[in-house]
């Protein structure tokens, strides 16, 4: 059976977006929101989705999965453009 997952999502600018699509997420720090209102709030207009299996969304203490950071290369056949 396949591992339960999430999609997650990351707000950008345009050229960001563009960028992404074209060569993966490749930074240190890739920011992560767990609604696309909380994605475009933080990061901008342009919306990116990438499912990631729930083991890997942290958990707050009141249960909320607001936000996580990754720090692994996730290419660019992994995205979805919102």
């Known amino acids: 059976m396949d ?3 999430e999609i ?3 707000g950008t600018d345009k050229m960001g977006r563009d960028n992404i699509l074209k060569n993966g997420f490749n930074h240190v720090h ?3 929101a767990s609604t696309i209102t909380a994605a475009k709030a933080v990061g901008g207009p342009y919306i990116l989705a990438v499912r990631f299996p729930s083991t ?3 958990v ?3 249960g909320s999965r ?3 950071c990754v720090h692994e290369y996730i290419p660019s056949c992994r995205i979805s453009e919102i």
């Open 56 to 58: 890997l969304i942290p």
């Open 30 to 32: 890739n920011w992560f």
């Open 60 to 62: 707050d203490e009141d």
């Open 3 to 5: 591992e339960p997952s």
């Open 66 to 68: 607001w936000q996580m």
């Open 8 to 10: 997650c999502y990351h």
